[in-house]
């Protein structure tokens, strides 16, 4: 359900730019998901051929850039990815972390005709 | 032609949530977003702290719900104002579901305002409502990997109430690790381990809420 409502957010933003430019069809979406943002892209695809029925953007390609979650050591500065159930530096061991990315849910461009 | 777009899926909605927050703010009320799991105690905490504040300050409920109104019914009982979402099927509620909500909600009559999100763990947090603070429940038989297994509802909490403690004694529930795990990922979070059943912790957290009142 989840992914209903911000696949209706996405498609309404997509459409209001290329309404900018008077596009009349919209060829393919560049997404870009944070990790930890819970969006499963196979569900964004799903509503999306669902939503987008008769508006331009109707069998437009859905590309998805998963973004991993990240995390730098507040204790020595490194970086390095964060996985499920170790929240530990793996270098110094420290368990002070500061998340990096992984929280974006953003559309990158789009490809209008 | 290429469009180069670079803004938040979710920019729409931070927006009617920002009309929220100053709508609140003109009116001077404090805004608490209350998110858990089904069943964490969320309902109990909001009435926890009716029965603590009852007399000292004014509080307004805003019940999100699937689909039943059992919640707002009960909250109702306690003689504050109660005005129900149901938000149709969705998982979480969104800042125009609140701001219709508000419409409703008698605000000159409330200092203290608690929406009580749908119970998940996962929506809710991507979606702003225009609250001051962002409240996360976890309760102790939901188990002590819940920051792993949620790490975003856990990096945006203001606060996160532990509650059941009276179960302590018959689970397996590391409350030092749990909160030592909350710490590392969220230094600003401030953590409060409470029974709604007992009444335990109940008075720290009433404290807390006061003194943010007063700030205002
Ligand atoms: N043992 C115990 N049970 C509690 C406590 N707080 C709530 N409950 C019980 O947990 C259940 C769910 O609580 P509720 O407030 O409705 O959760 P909500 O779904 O998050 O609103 C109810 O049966 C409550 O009586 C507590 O501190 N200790
Ligand atoms: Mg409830
Ligand atoms: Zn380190």
């Known amino acids: ?113 | 032609m290429e469009i180069k777009v670079l803004k938040d899926i979710l920019d729409a909605n931070k927006q009617i949530a920002a009309r929220n927050r100053q709508w609140l703010d003109s009116e001077g009320v404090l805004a608490v977003n209350l998110m858990s799991s089904p069943g964490a105690g969320k309902t109990s905490l909001i009435l926890a702290t009716i029965k603590q504040l009852k007399g000292k300050i004014k509080i307004g409920v805003i019940e999100g719900d699937v689909s039943s109104s059992l919640d707002a019914e009960t909250v109702g009982k306690e003689g504050v104002p109660v005005v129900q979402i149901n938000t149709g099927g969705e998982c979480h509620l969104d800042a125009n579901m609140v701001s219709n909500a508000l419409s409703n909600m008698p605000l000159p009559d409330v200092e203290l305002l608690f929406i009580e999100n749908v119970g998940n763990l996962i929506c809710p947090a991507s979606f702003a409502l225009g609250e001051h603070k962002k409240v996360l429940i976890s309760s102790l038989p939901e188990g002590d990997d819940k920051p792993f297994k949620y790490p975003l509802m856990f990096d945006i909490a203001d606060v996160v109430v532990i509650n059941k403690i009276d179960l302590l004694p018959y689970l397996k529930f590391d409350t030092d690790a749990f909160s030592r795990a909350i710490k590392g990922i969220n230094k600003k979070v401030k953590i409060f381990p409470i029974s709604c059943a007992t009444g335990q912790g109940v008075q720290e957290w009433t404290s807390w809420l006061l003194n943010q009142m007063s700030r205002r």
């Open chain 1, 1 to 113: 359900m989840h992914e209903l409502a911000i696949t209706q957010s996405m498609l309404d933003l997509v459409l209001e730019q290329a309404g900018k430019v008077e596009a009349k069809e919209v060829r393919k979406i560049d997404l870009v998901i944070g990790e930890m943002s819970g969006f499963v892209a196979e569900c964004v695809q799903f509503y999306f051929d669902l939503l987008s029925k008769g508006t331009i953007a109707e069998g437009a390609t859905l590309s998805c850039t998963m973004i991993p979650t990240r995390a730098r050591c507040r204790s020595c500065g490194k970086l390095f990815e964060l996985k499920q159930f170790d929240w530990t530096c793996p270098y110094c061991q420290g368990n002070s972390l500061e998340i990096t990315s992984g929280k974006e849910l953003f559309v990158e461009s789009i490809e209008v005709e």
